[in-house]
């Protein structure tokens, strides 16, 4: 798909920038500075960058290890062909939020009635991605937050893919809502059968936005795609997909072999 690709400038230094559509809150490629394209409101979060600290190398060497471990097809790592490894910069929000959710109803698995009632309340340093289509694990994503510096563009490497955010900070705060909303609702669940009344409010403290190093990995295992994805700031696994298991005959005769042969 060709992305029709519109053009504006710098608000700072009057560069000319290119934005893909959707694109909200702009990043400055040659100063660094965030502005809001769509508003004349001076964009006032802080901005901060985790920096990457893996080669494509250390990438690759990663993703082979975490081949041979548990519950993955023994020959996993040799028989795999890695295509696409790339390193994107992606937009997270980290909202500081109190939430606090009063609740009234009642238990009635033990066959009667038992009321509940009462109120939750938490707070959270939730993520939102700034990106509306982009499948990402976020709730699995620990971004390593403690090792983030002021934003810099010179700590985005040559070569890298960098995205500016789809939402601006008061629709990131929305989805932070709904999604703590919905996990609260969750939580309730376990111990209240029927809930007749749910309140939440929320008490936003602080919003931070930040640039995150995530690396994609495409590998192909007999003759299929997987993805794999990896926190460039942490060195972990974020999330990877693993072949199902060989059920055929040949592989299950190639896995006795292995077991016998300690191959
Ligand atoms: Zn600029």
Redesign the pocket.
């Known amino acids: 798909m060709t992305e029709v690709v519109s053009n504006v400038n710098?608000?700072?230094?009057?560069?000319p920038?290119e934005l893909a559509p959707g694109e909200i809150l702009i990043t400055?490629?040659?100063?660094?500075?965030t502005f809001n394209q769509s508003s004349d409101k001076a964009f006032v979060l802080k901005h901060s960058i985790v920096p990457n600290s893996m080669s494509k190398d250390d990438v690759k060497a990663l993703v082979k290890r975490w081949m041979r471990g548990d519950t993955k097809p023994p020959n996993l790592a040799k028989a795999s062909k890695f295509h696409d490894i790339k390193l994107t910069y992606l937009p997270f929000f980290v909202i500081d939020v109190k939430a606090k959710t009063e609740f009234k109803g009642g238990m009635t698995r033990t066959g009667g009635w038992i009321p509940r009632e009462g109120v939750m309340d938490k707070e959270y340093f939730w993520k939102v991605l700034g990106r509306r289509a982009t499948r990402f694990p976020t709730r699995e994503y620990d971004i390593p937050i403690s090792t983030k510096v002021n934003f810099d563009m010179s700590k985005v490497p040559q070569g890298s893919e960098f995205h500016n955010t789809e939402l601006d900070e008061s629709e990131a705060v929305s989805v932070a809502r709904q999604e703590i909303e919905s996990h609260h609702r969750f939580l309730l669940e376990q111990d209240v059968d029927s809930v007749d009344r749910v309140d939440t409010t929320f008490d936003v403290d602080e919003i931070e936005f930040l640039h995150a190093p995530v690396w994609e990995v495409r590998y192909e295992f007999k003759g299929k795609g997987y993805n794999v994805l990896v926190d460039g700031g942490s060195k972990a696994i974020i999330k990877g997909e693993v072949p199902p298991p060989d059920t055929s005959m040949k592989g299950f005769f190639g896995n006795i072999k292995r077991a016998m042969t300690g191959d």
Do not use: I, S
């Open positions: 710098c608000r700072n230094c009057g560069a920038l400055c490629e040659f100063c660094g500075t």
